[in-house]
């Protein structure tokens, strides 16, 4: 029996440019299911087409690595070579033939790049800090080194690199493109008060900090138009060493940003109070944000089907983006439509993050399991 409870959650509709069969998406997640050299094939073309086939309305990929530079993740996927960029038509043509829609999330590291990934070469960042804690290289954890400053010859190769990127992805059969400005890495680190010490025109105010995020989105929307564009920003708290000391008035530039530009859409990481990602105990930015960019937006972070409901039915968002509960139910959108319930998550933390199918291709499906 198909569940009536949410029906705001499960109506199809548009976001921006793009129709969607109901407001669930799949949030981009570091699943390690590529190559060590960055190129995709069929283990994460059966990831994406399981949720595909499960459901979702919108998928966004797991984060992308624009360039060699950009990328410090073991078998995480790149979409800067022809070959990557061939790999990746394994997903987007499953995912469509099963009646899905997938995005390509855009990403570059900055400082979280060890310098294993660059030939002994530190990683580039706004400014020359390290980042806290300790990288994952293919020969183990290793503490960040210091990153360089970024130079206007850098930041304007960056550029580059995301549009090529964004182009191979359009070539790649992507439906769109979401720049990765969160979770402290590069775009993040330039926004962020704590690691963006400069003294140029990309430091110092508000207005200027997040100048970079406004030149790769304008150079994405000149491949895509602004309607198949968007963004993810994380305002709530530290994130991996970067944190700012005026949220409200830093991200309400970057907001009026994305509304100058017409972005597709934003989405928000916010904690709830019950969150194990960030922290609980600063003030929610989606409230102010939505105040000043106008376009439809995406809420993530520990959502039940019934939260998520809530805050679509209320206007608050015009949908909800998960992302663990997705690992264990790749049919996720078809558990809340029909009221069933969630596949508990296991083989933590023995798989997650980690390279290979275990734990993210063998969690059968509800008819699967009905079927057993």
Not at 175 to 193: E, M
Not at 199 to 217: A, F, K, Q, T, W
């Amino acid at each position: 029996m198909i569940s009536n409870t949410y029906p705001h959650l499960l109506s199809p509709g548009r976001i921006n440019k793009m129709e969607v069969k109901n407001r669930i998406m799949v949030t981009a997640m570091g699943v390690s299911l590529s190559e060590e050299d960055g190129h995709v094939g069929e283990r994460l073309m059966a990831y994406h087409e399981e949720q595909a086939k499960g459901g979702a309305g919108l998928i966004i990929s797991e984060a992308t690595g624009i360039s060699v530079e950009g990328l410090g993740w073991p078998a995480a996927p790149g979409i800067w070579s022809e070959a990557q960029t061939e790999g990746w038509k394994l997903t987007t043509e499953a995912v469509h033939q099963a009646g899905g829609r997938i995005i390509m999330q855009l990403w570059h590291m900055g400082r979280l790049v060890h310098s294993d990934f660059l030939g002994g070469n530190p990683p580039v960042s706004a400014s020359a800090t390290t980042a806290p804690d300790h990288a994952h290289t293919p020969t183990g954890r290793k503490p960040y080194e210091q990153a360089r400053a970024a130079t206007s010859d850098d930041i304007a190769r960056i550029v580059d690199d995301y549009g090529k990127a964004a182009a191979n992805a359009k070539a790649a059969g992507f439906d769109g493109v979401q720049l990765h400005g969160a979770n402290g890495y590069l775009i993040d680190q330039f926004i962020r008060s704590s690691s963006n010490l400069r003294d140029d025109d990309y430091g110092g105010s508000p207005e200027n900090r997040v100048r970079l995020m406004r030149e790769v989105l304008e150079r994405l929307i000149d491949v895509w138009g602004a309607g198949r564009v968007s963004i993810r920003l994380s305002p709530n708290g530290e994130t991996q060493g970067c944190d700012d000391a005026t949220p409200a008035e830093t991200f309400g530039a970057a907001a009026k940003v994305l509304q100058e530009l017409g972005v597709g859409f934003l989405e928000l990481r916010q904690p709830g109070p019950d969150g194990t990602f960030g922290r609980t105990d600063v003030p929610k930015q989606g409230a102010h944000l939505r105040s000043i960019y106008k376009g439809p937006l995406v809420l993530n972070s520990d959502y039940t089907a019934a939260g998520a409901a809530a805050e679509v039915a209320s206007g608050a968002c015009e949908a909800i983006s998960f992302g663990r509960p997705y690992i264990s139910n790749p049919d996720l959108a078809e558990r809340i439509r029909l009221g069933a319930e969630w596949a508990p998550n296991v083989n933590v933390p023995q798989s997650w993050y980690l390279p290979g199918p275990q734990g993210y291709i063998d969690y059968p499906s509800l008819a699967e399991v009905a079927a057993a």
